[in-house]
């Protein structure tokens, strides 16, 4: 009687892992997002206090980059383009050229952080 | 660990307590597969209302296991009752397994670690805001509109609790729940039928659920839409159980109506319709009124406080009278939504169009005295009427909206139109 229970968890229980083990295959999207929570990770505690940040990404799918920040960097509040926050999280990939409302000038480098596909820097507002 | 035991013990626990003060004249297996639901609502409800007072989510979880286990000394034969089940096993039961591991392999296979676009722009995001006890509330700042703050909350907070007793945002969570949901949504189904023949209609509409490609990759994806699929489907249920039910059923049918508005902004809509159609069905009977009022009480007047106190505005709403009236009037966008509806529905949602046409062939005149699919329709045509209206560019809107506003009726047309058949062959059925 009850080892019928039990089978029916054990078997939800497979359900689970074979699921939990499909995920960790790699797809394009998972592995930009994975590298993207990666590279930010050293760059979050110099963050703390701030409630938002202005977004660039050097790549012809920035818009869609930045979704993948703004989840990775929650409860941070994640602008596109430079909105004139205090701080700037650039992406590099590639050879594209940054937004056009991004001035070198008016930033300092806080922190670089090289990944695979990404280069990470936050910037800080002079 | 020990948190996550105990959140997943007090979600089992309350499961026994709604069946014991709220069960209804339903099956076994029904009433079981209804309050595990409504107890992961609660759960969920409650992690909301914690963050928002700022009280910690494992002092409520304490709280609440302290009065469940209060409850069972009073009712200690609430816990014998739970053990007593019929543990016999039908060949329907083998077959609604083995097709709901059909199914499941489908899910599986379809599965992404972050799910698809939504899930990681709007609700896991809108999750991870949830999992934060202080700086949740920037999530519905001005700022974040962009990300659709303004949808209700209620389906990433089941992530979100499970994330904040782990102390970890583990992708793992958002994805076992959509799974759950599926699960869900195939339990419903075969429960729907109780009698030893409906059981094979039952079937039936469990085999349409799990052989479907299109439908299992978009329950797959860890959008909402799955979650609004399964509570159209359990009020359409309660909608035919209500008159079997007791005066219990319009309690239950008044609670699941209102969890729509909770889950996304076309619950609302679907919970509005259900209400007028409740109304004007029971003008006659202000017992089953004041009932069904009872049941929906509480998660709607809380989600009016929500929508007037907390959430930003709708970016649906911006349009200006005079530019819906051009909107309207103009015959372009009619034919783009019917284009749009006919290829959705010849490929991906066929049996939509043959569940209405059966359901109309077989009841006739009687087609509007069928009370859950006057409500289907009506949502139906609220739903196409919507895009002639949207503010957004309507191709566009078309093209990411439409299939899945179509799978949210999808499980509920299938059971409307099984239903439909059941009561027409009764007779030789039974």
């Keep these: ?126 | 660990m020990i948190g996550t035991i105990l959140l997943v013990v007090s979600i089992t626990l309350y499961a026994v307590i709604f069946n014991n003060v709220l069960g209804a004249r339903y099956s076994t297996a029904l009433n079981t597969i209804l309050f595990s639901i409504l107890s992961v609502v609660l759960h969920g409800f409650l992690f909301i209302l914690s963050t928002y007072l700022g009280i910690g989510w494992l002092t409520v979880i304490s709280a609440l296991l302290i009065m469940a286990i209060v409850f069972f000394i009073i009712n200690r034969h609430t816990i014998k009752d739970f053990f007593r089940f019929d543990y016999k096993v039908s060949y329907a039961q083998i077959v609604f397994a083995f097709m709901s591991f059909c199914g499941l392999h489908i899910f599986e296979t379809n599965s992404i670690k972050y799910g698809r676009w939504d899930a990681y722009a709007i609700w896991n995001v809108h999750a991870k805001f949830l999992y934060e006890p202080v700086l949740w509330e920037r999530l519905l700042d001005e700022r974040m509109t962009w990300g659709h703050s303004d949808y209700p909350l209620l389906f990433p907070s089941v992530s979100a609790m499970f994330w904040r007793i782990m102390e970890s945002t583990s992708p793992v969570i958002p994805l076992i729940v959509s799974f759950l949901i599926y699960l869900s949504i195939l339990f419903v189904m075969y429960s729907s039928f109780s009698t030893q023949k409906g059981k094979i209609l039952a079937l039936v509409g469990v085999g349409c659920l799990s052989v479907n490609a299109d439908f299992i990759t978009k329950t797959a994806t860890q959008y909402a839409d799955s979650a609004v699929a399964l509570f159209y489907l359990i009020t359409i249920l309660l909608l035919y159980k209500v008159k079997d039910g007791g005066k219990k059923s319009y309690v239950l049918l008044g609670i699941f109506a209102s969890i729509n508005c909770w889950i996304k902004n076309e619950g609302f809509v679907f919970f509005l319709i259900v209400s007028a159609v409740v109304f004007l069905y029971n003008l006659k009977n202000i017992k089953n009124l004041l009932f069904y009022l009872y049941g929906l009480a509480i998660l709607f007047l809380t989600h009016i406080s929500y929508r007037v106190f907390l959430s930003p505005k709708n970016d649906l709403t911006s349009h200006s009278y005079d530019k819906i009236l051009e909107d309207i009037l103009n015959i372009t966008r009619y034919e783009m939504v019917y284009d749009k509806l006919i290829s959705l529905l010849y490929f991906e949602f066929p049996l939509i169009l043959i569940g209405f046409f059966i359901s109309i062939l077989l009841l006739g005149k009687r087609f509007f005295k069928e009370l859950p699919l006057v409500v289907l329709l009506i949502t139906f045509v609220a739903y196409c009427a919507f895009f002639i209206i949207t503010p957004l560019n309507l191709q566009w809107h078309l093209d990411t909206a439409l299939d899945r506003l179509l799978l949210q009726l999808y499980p509920s047309i299938i059971l409307v139109t099984l239903t439909v058949v059941y009561h027409q062959f009764q007779h030789k059925l039974a």
């Design chain 1, 1 to 126: 009687m009850i080892a019928k229970r039990l089978i029916f968890i054990i078997i939800l229980l497979l359900c689970f892992y074979s699921i939990y083990d499909h995920i960790e295959e790699e797809t394009e999207k998972t592995v930009q997002i994975d590298e993207i929570e990666k590279g930010v990770k050293d760059l979050r505690p110099l963050l703390k206090g701030e409630d938002k940040i202005s977004f660039l990404a050097n790549s012809p799918e920035e818009r869609k980059i930045h979704f993948e920040a703004q989840y990775i960097l929650a409860p941070l509040i994640v602008h596109r383009g430079n909105q004139g926050d205090k701080y700037a999280l650039i992406i590099e990939n590639f050879n594209y050229p940054l937004d056009s409302t991004f001035r070198m000038e008016e930033f300092k480098e806080v922190k670089r952080v090289e990944e695979k596909r990404f280069n990470f820097i936050l910037m800080e507002r002079k």
